[in-house]
């Protein structure tokens, strides 16, 4: 078996008559694992860094967000506040962290479970957050498209934000993940994401540029977030944080919680629900096996990289988000 089909959960990879591997883009739900795992670097998807770095030089206002993920990419000693000053040197205007965006997730998908699935009015609720789950659910099993919360992704939130504060100004979003590419191109739900790249091509620019990150004097401070909606970045991350708000905004209601991560998991446990075996359940979907820190755009280890994620989720300075004001 091909390495690339081994780790296509969808089995979205074909031979043709001579032999030669092609994608199905009917089944294929954009995750990136077949890139992560072919041994040949044969697989790569479209990048923007070159479209990026035009609008960079072209002088063009340009906000970068950066995904829960980020934390210990780009080094042991970088810092998040290095990083910062790093990206502001580079060209961007301003950083912020898409974790923004993924606290108002969790208080969306908070609320969405409370009202609906505790009260018997949905069988289950799924997460949102991860487009290839969301793909899968959508191509694979059609009749849960109206348990799939309909909060904004924390990249869409994020980038809508971005946009108040900055009419002006383009967005960049910079996270471990090939389908965050495909959902900033989607038709049906405008994005405000006019660039995305991953960890690794931004790598190559601060290469290319002759910034040395560990030697960056960090001048700024990257502290928009609290730690549910930095806890994104690793698998049951998601569903913990919304579990945390339920507990703080609606305390008293029962929560059940249930997590999948990687595809064949996440279609088994769609699977389950369809079947009536998930009643109750605010199920989290993750694509990559581990969760964004093992996306086909990460640089280090996954297991370093979700210790690296936990260390930056405790030194924020709040817990959960603010109480959503009716």
Same mark, same amino acid.
């Given at each position: 078996?091909?390495?690339?089909?081994?780790?296509?959960?969808?089995?979205?990879?074909?031979?043709?008559?001579?032999?030669?591997?092609?994608?199905?883009?009917?089944?294929?739900?954009?995750?990136?694992?077949?890139?992560?795992?072919?041994?040949?670097?044969?697989?790569?998807?479209?990048?923007?860094?070159?479209?990026?770095?035009?609008?960079?030089?072209?002088?063009?206002?340009?906000?970068?967000?950066?995904?829960?993920?980020?934390?210990?990419?780009?080094?042991?000693?970088?810092?998040?506040?290095?990083?910062?000053?790093?990206?502001?040197?580079?060209?961007?205007? /301003? !950083?912020?962290?898409?974790?923004?965006?993924?606290? +108002?997730?969790?208080?969306? %998908? &908070? $609320?969405?479970?409370?009202? #609906?699935?505790?009260?018997?009015?949905?069988?289950?609720?799924?997460?949102?957050?991860?487009?290839?789950?969301?793909?899968?659910?959508?191509?694979?099993?059609?009749?849960?498209?109206?348990?799939?919360?309909?909060?904004?992704?924390?990249?869409?939130?994020?980038?809508?934000?971005?946009?108040?504060?900055?009419?002006?100004?383009?967005?960049?979003?910079?996270?471990?993940?090939?389908?965050?590419?495909?959902?900033?191109?989607?038709?049906?739900?405008?994005? /405000? !994401?006019?660039?995305?790249?991953?960890?690794?091509? +931004?790598?190559?620019?601060? %290469? &290319? $540029?002759?910034?040395?990150? #560990?030697?960056?004097?960090?001048?700024?401070?990257?502290?928009?977030?609290?730690?549910?909606?930095?806890?994104?970045?690793?698998?049951?991350?998601?569903?913990?944080?919304?579990?945390?708000?339920?507990?703080?905004?609606?305390?008293?209601t029962e929560v059940k919680i249930e997590h999948a991560e990687g595809l064949a998991e996440c279609r088994k446990m769609l699977l389950l629900a369809k079947a009536g075996k998930k009643n109750g359940c605010l199920i989290e979907g993750m694509a990559c096996p581990g969760g964004c820190v093992a996306g086909a755009g990460t640089n280090i280890a996954i297991a370093q990289a979700a210790k690296?994620?936990?260390?930056?989720?405790?030194?924020?300075?709040?817990?959960?988000?603010?109480?959503?004001?009716?």
């Open positions: 078996v091909r390495p690339c089909l081994a780790h296509c959960g969808v089995g979205a990879i074909k031979s043709d008559k001579k032999g030669r591997a092609y994608i199905d883009s009917d089944l294929c739900v954009s995750c990136g694992q077949c890139m992560v795992n072919c041994p040949f670097g044969a697989i790569a998807d479209k990048s923007q860094i070159f479209q990026l770095i035009r609008a960079l030089q072209s002088g063009h206002k340009i906000v970068a967000q950066v995904a829960p993920a980020f934390a210990g990419q780009f080094g042991p000693s970088v810092t998040p506040d290095m990083l910062k000053t790093a990206l502001k040197e580079l060209g961007f205007y /301003d !950083v912020y962290e898409t974790a923004i965006g993924a606290d +108002l997730g969790a208080i969306a %998908e &908070a $609320k969405h479970y409370a009202s #609906e699935v505790a009260t018997g009015k949905l069988p289950f609720s799924l997460t949102s957050c991860c487009p290839s789950w969301s793909v899968l659910a959508k191509k694979f099993f059609p009749e849960t498209i109206d348990k799939i919360s309909n909060a904004l992704t924390p990249m869409v939130a994020t980038a809508r934000i971005i946009k108040e504060d900055h009419p002006d100004a383009k967005v960049v979003f910079i996270g471990p993940c090939a389908s965050k590419k495909l959902e900033a191109s989607r038709r049906t739900i405008r994005s /405000d !994401v006019d660039f995305v790249i991953t960890f690794e091509e +931004l790598t190559g620019m601060f %290469e &290319a $540029k002759g910034i040395l990150l #560990e030697e960056i004097q960090a001048m700024d401070e990257m502290q928009d977030a609290t730690g549910a909606g930095r806890g994104y970045g690793v698998a049951g991350g998601v569903a913990h944080a919304i579990e945390e708000c339920i507990r703080t905004y609606y305390p008293g690296e994620v936990a260390k930056f989720k405790s030194q924020a300075k709040e817990a959960v988000p603010q109480e959503p004001q009716e």
